[in-house]
């Protein structure tokens, strides 16, 4: 009796969703995750300055990608001190590297006092509010 129920429920069911919904399968994925292409082989160690390639199923192999070939870029105008940038592809560019120096932090004069101190702006140098994180210890007594 339940066999034959689930006979009619089951005909009934390719009758209204039709016959195509059983054989659906989702879209292939372009890249496999990346814990399905570590369980397929071996790990990689390598290390490939332009990256790695990546195989059929989107996972990365052991084989480097070839480096872009860059253009000369013959003399520059300028004089960087610090060297000249470099694209993400790796290649010399005729624009300086930006170096970021800390600045040297101007003398405060403060007429407040400050028992915890002061603090320091964004740049580490001395402002003249108080430092808010002091709490003071008092000493104590020993009970005899």
């Not at 009796?1 to 016959?19: E, N, P, Y």
């Not at 480096?67 to 060297?83: M, S």
């Not at 603090?119 to 008092?138: A, I, L």
């Amino acid at each position: 009796m339940k066999s034959a129920l689930l006979g009619i429920c089951l005909t009934l069911l390719l009758v209204v969703v039709g016959s195509n919904a059983l054989s659906w399968r989702p879209p292939a994925p372009t890249r496999m995750s990346s814990y399905m292409c570590r369980s397929r082989g071996r790990p990689c160690d390598i290390d490939c300055p332009a990256g790695r390639e990546r195989d059929s199923r989107g996972c990365l192999t052991c084989t480097c990608k070839a480096r872009p070939r860059c253009k000369g870029i013959g003399k520059c105008a300028r004089f960087c001190i610090n060297g000249y940038a470099v694209t993400s592809q790796g290649c010399t560019t005729c624009r300086c590297k930006r170096i970021l120096t800390p600045r040297p932090c101007r003398q405060v004069n403060c007429y407040n006092r400050c028992p915890g101190g002061f603090s320091k702006d964004y740049n580490g140098c001395k402002t003249c509010r108080c430092n808010r994180n002091y709490f003071p210890v008092r000493p104590h007594r020993a009970i005899a």
